[in-house]
């Protein structure tokens, strides 16, 4: 059974800092296309970077240069270090998988498996 469990939301001030942890079970990492999707209240969700099996990255216009994806398959873990965060960065955010998924359309929630339960990140001014 495939299981993804997100980590290391929280609320930070403008211009902060978190990094968020996706850990994964019953797969192997090195396997999958990894992606970070958000879901702001009231708006659908959005991929925010994506991590090729062949370590390609990704990233939606508006995070590039501020985040950065990550995995470590040994650990089986995905991360996203976000820096400089704005307040149109609060959102749920979510970590999901593929298996030999499309890179063109690795911002599509289609193209995705499996899903965490996400995790919280509210940035303030």
């Known amino acids: 059974q495939v299981q993804l469990v997100e980590s290391g939301g929280g609320s930070v001030q403008t211009g902060g800092s978190l990094r968020l942890s996706c850990t994964a079970s019953g797969l192997s990492f090195e396997q999958y296309d990894m992606g970070w999707f958000r879901q702001a209240p009231g708006k659908e969700r959005e991929g925010v970077a994506a991590?090729?099996?062949?370590?390609?990255?990704r990233y939606a216009e508006s995070v590039k240069g501020r985040f950065t994806i990550s995995r470590d398959t040994g650990k089986n873990t995905m991360s996203l270090q976000m820096m400089d965060l704005r307040p149109e960065d609060t959102a749920m955010y979510y970590c999901?998988?593929?298996?030999?998924?499309?890179?063109?359309?690795?911002?599509?929630?289609?193209?995705?498996?499996?899903w965490g339960q996400g995790t919280q990140v509210t940035v303030s001014t």
């Open positions: 991590s090729a099996f062949d370590g390609a990255a």
């Open positions: 999901a998988v593929v298996r030999n998924g499309n890179p063109g359309q690795w911002y599509e929630e289609y193209e995705y498996n499996y």
